[in-house]
Structure formats: structure tokens, C-alpha cells
């Protein structure tokens, strides 16, 4: 049997919601899990509101494998992500003495309370020290916290992404240049066939060498091979431009 696992993102950030930064760190995410085998189930954006985020934490962290949190955990007066995790798990913020040790030895004689405030865990936080990224990530039960910024997001993942290591999607993709329209009977007839399967349709305009690119995956690659050879011979003749 197909080894599943499933995640959530939630990204933190008014500056998102507002459209003044542009997130990037979701379709990234969505991307890296899927090679690696994960079904990201759910991004969700919200305020920087302690209020908010514990709900978010409550209502997700229990219905998925890996809960990601992107934003929120710099020195300024608007990174709550921690006092929300908290808060959502019902449990303390405290200052990690590790954490301490190593803002100090950096920052020197220019420490202050801002900096150390970085230093803030959710109690029972296990620091990650994986691969060769300056500051360890936070891992509390199934909630990884990572940073907004999408370079420091990229590179804590990628760090730790055999943590998350499940058995892979298989992908066929037929390129069509039929409409969706006429696509779509032969689309639910295979899936009347095969109800497992992960099916997909996505149009594509003003492109002239085909109208729709159709993606069919499964974690069982003999399963997969079946669908794809059934939609095949439905297809009327000429409808396919070319497959992967």
C-alpha cells in the first residue's frame, strides 16, 4: 500500500493580504512536496493576529501530517507567529536558552531586547540543526515555523526535506488539441473507471500547438498505466498533439 502523507501551509502576513509582497513561498512549497510524495491540502493566508493564527493552529495542525507556518518570527512588533502558536496549542512562550547563546555571540555589544526576542520559542520546541543554515528551525508536535523570506524559506526546506519523504506521485500528461468541452465526457468516463485516479484538466489559451493539457497521477504506477491507456482509446483520433 501507497505510503500517504498530507500537510497545510499557513502564511502570516498583512503585507500579503494587502498585496504588498507577493508570496511565493506556497507555490514553492506545493512543488517540493509533491516531487517528494506529500499532498499539500490547504494554504491558508491570514493577518498577523496572535487571535487568528491559534485558531488557524487548532483547527489544521490536527487533520495533517506536516503543518508549515511562513512568517511572522523576526524582532518587530508585528511577528506573532509564535505567541499564536502558542497560544493555539496551549502553551507557554519562553526564551530558549540556546537560541540566547547564539543571538548574543552574533550580535555582540548590539544585542538588545528586539533581537533577543528572536530567541522566543513555543514551550517544548525542538530545534532542528539541519544542513548548513545559520539558525535552527522550530519544530513544535507537527508545526515547522519557518521564515517568510523566501530565500531563508527555501533554504531551511530544503534542509529537512527527507523529514517529509513519502512514496512519489506517478505522472502521465496528455496534450490535446481538442476543447475542455469536448474533452470532458471522456474525462468523467474515466474516472466512473477509475475513482482513485487524480485527474486533471487545464486549458490553455492562444497556444498554438495545443488547447489543453491533461495530467493524470496516482501512487500506484500500474493503476496509473490502466487510466491512461482507457482515456487513450476514448480520445477521438487526431485529439492527441503529444504525451509525457
Given at each position: 500500500?501507497?505510503?500517504?502523507?498530507?500537510a497545510a501551509l499557513i502564511v502570516v502576513g498583512n503585507e500579503i493580504l494587502s498585496?504588498?509582497?507577493?508570496?511565493?513561498?506556497?507555490?514553492?512549497?506545493?512543488?517540493?512536496?509533491?516531487?517528494?510524495?506529500?499532498?499539500?491540502?490547504?494554504?491558508?493566508?491570514?493577518?498577523?493576529?496572535?487571535?487568528?493564527?491559534?485558531?488557524?493552529?487548532?483547527?489544521?495542525?490536527?487533520?495533517?501530517?506536516?503543518?508549515?507556518?511562513?512568517?511572522?518570527?523576526?524582532?518587530?512588533?508585528?511577528?506573532?507567529?509564535?505567541?499564536?502558536?502558542?497560544?493555539?496549542?496551549?502553551?507557554?512562550?519562553?526564551?530558549?536558552?540556546?537560541?540566547?547563546?547564539?543571538?548574543?555571540?552574533?550580535?555582540?555589544?548590539?544585542?538588545?531586547?528586539?533581537?533577543?526576542?528572536?530567541?522566543?520559542?513555543?514551550?517544548?520546541?525542538?530545534?532542528?540543526?539541519?544542513?548548513?543554515?545559520?539558525?535552527?528551525?522550530?519544530?513544535?508536535?507537527?508545526?515547522?515555523?519557518?521564515p517568510g523570506i523566501p530565500e531563508i524559506f527555501r533554504e531551511k526546506f530544503n534542509?529537512?526535506?527527507?523529514?517529509?519523504?513519502?512514496?512519489?506521485?506517478?505522472l502521465r500528461v496528455i496534450y490535446s488539441r481538442e476543447m475542455e468541452s469536448t474533452?470532458?465526457?471522456?474525462?468523467?468516463?474515466?474516472?466512473?473507471?477509475?475513482?482513485?485516479?487524480?485527474?486533471?484538466?487545464?486549458?490553455?489559451?492562444?497556444?498554438?500547438?495545443?488547447?489543453?493539457?491533461?495530467?493524470?497521477?496516482?501512487?500506484?504506477?500500474?493503476?496509473?498505466?490502466?487510466?491512461?491507456?482507457?482515456?487513450?482509446?476514448?480520445?477521438?483520433?487526431?485529439?492527441?498533439?503529444?504525451?509525457?
Amino acid at each position: 500500500m501507497a505510503r500517504d502523507r498530507n500537510a497545510a501551509l499557513i502564511v502570516v502576513g498583512n503585507e500579503i493580504l494587502s498585496g504588498k509582497v507577493v508570496d511565493t513561498n506556497s507555490t514553492f512549497l506545493a512543488q517540493q512536496l509533491r516531487v517528494l510524495g506529500v499532498s499539500l491540502t490547504r494554504v491558508l493566508v491570514i493577518p498577523d493576529e496572535v487571535g487568528t493564527i491559534a485558531e488557524a493552529v487548532r483547527t489544521i495542525a490536527p487533520t495533517v501530517d506536516f503543518l508549515f507556518t511562513s512568517g511572522g518570527v523576526g524582532p518587530t512588533h508585528d511577528d506573532v507567529t509564535i505567541a499564536g502558536v502558542a497560544q493555539g496549542l496551549g502553551r507557554k512562550v519562553v526564551r530558549d536558552p540556546a537560541l540566547e547563546k547564539m543571538l548574543r555571540d552574533f550580535f555582540g555589544q548590539d544585542v538588545n531586547d528586539a533581537k533577543l526576542k528572536m530567541a522566543e520559542v513555543v514551550e517544548g520546541t525542538e530545534l532542528l540543526f539541519e544542513g548548513d543554515v545559520r539558525f535552527p528551525t522550530m519544530l513544535v508536535r507537527n508545526i515547522y515555523v519557518l521564515p517568510g523570506i523566501p530565500e531563508i524559506f527555501r533554504e531551511k526546506f530544503n534542509a529537512m526535506r527527507q523529514r517529509f519523504a513519502a512514496d512519489p506521485f506517478h505522472l502521465r500528461v496528455i496534450y490535446s488539441r481538442e476543447m475542455e468541452s469536448t474533452l470532458a465526457a471522456f474525462l468523467n468516463r474515466t474516472l466512473e473507471s477509475f475513482p482513485e485516479l487524480l485527474l486533471g484538466s487545464y486549458p490553455k489559451l492562444n497556444n498554438p500547438e495545443y488547447r489543453v493539457r491533461i495530467t493524470l497521477e496516482s501512487k500506484d504506477a500500474l493503476y496509473l498505466q490502466r487510466a491512461f491507456e482507457a482515456l487513450m482509446q476514448m480520445l477521438p483520433p487526431g485529439a492527441v498533439v503529444r504525451i509525457e
